[in-house]
């Protein structure tokens, strides 16, 4: 069956990069897009961005000159990576499966950005 | 970038109601829009997909509509697992948005 998850650092500095991996299992990667989304405490859901089975990548424009989105596909994960943080960037990071919707989604992993 | 504006913010229905949430966009963007259930503690769930068609597993007394740009969810007989905030998002055009939410309670 299709499984998400997302694992990452847990605590960033601000000015530092974060880097967080969604592991995947049940479908290939060269088959199906994966978006990011995050929700910051209290706040409602953003997306970030998503790589295409094809490898291609959208960024939402508001995040694209810090954000990159990655993957290795001989170990089913994709990476978000995203520079300069700052402390509003702290949130739970969510990937998803793309089809016809977002189909399926990791449970997410809270990152905290502390000064 | 399309603004989704979702109403109301919040509302409180009783058990057995039937309940409309509506999502409006700012711009056309066709049947691309889909609406997901978040409860506390978890992933958002997939509940309508390109506007009125019912994602996988979701009980019927869910449903979706669109009238122009203004998109509904219907639920025609609340239970209490249905207690939740719900969003629209549209994916006709980059970036992606999502509608500020509708928390749906118990009265």
């Known amino acids: 069956q299709v499984q998400m998850k997302e694992t990452g650092p847990g605590l960033v500095q601000t000015t530092q990069t974060l880097s967080v991996t969604c592991t995947v299992s049940?479908?290939?990667?060269?088959?199906?897009?994966v978006h990011w989304v995050r929700q910051a405490p209290g706040k409602g859901l953003e997306w970030m961005g998503i790589i295409w089975g094809d490898g291609s990548t959208n960024y939402n424009s508001a995040l694209k000159s810090r954000l990159s989105i990655s993957r290795d596909t001989s170990k089913s994960q994709v990476f978000l990576t995203m520079n300069s943080l700052q402390t509003d960037d702290t949130a739970v990071y969510y990937c998803?499966?793309?089809?016809?919707?977002?189909?399926?989604w990791g449970q997410g992993v809270m990152v905290t950005v502390s000064s | 970038d399309i603004q989704l504006t979702q109403s109301p913010s919040s509302m409180s229905a009783s058990l057995g109601d039937r309940v409309s949430l509506t999502c409006q966009s700012s711009?056309?963007?066709?049947?691309?829009l889909s609406w997901y259930q978040h409860k506390p503690g978890k992933p958002p769930k997939p509940m309508i997909y390109y506007a009125t068609n019912l994602a996988d597993g979701v009980p019927s007394r869910f449903s979706g509509s669109r009238s122009g740009s203004d998109y509904s969810l219907t639920i025609s007989s609340l239970e209490s697992e249905d207690t939740a905030i719900y969003y629209c998002l549209q994916y006709d055009e980059y970036p992606y948005t999502f509608g500020a939410g509708t928390k749906l309670e118990l009265k």
């Open positions: 711009q056309g963007i066709g049947n691309y």
């Open positions: 049940g479908f290939s990667l060269t088959s199906y897009g």
């Open positions: 998803a499966r793309n089809w016809d919707y977002f189909d399926y």
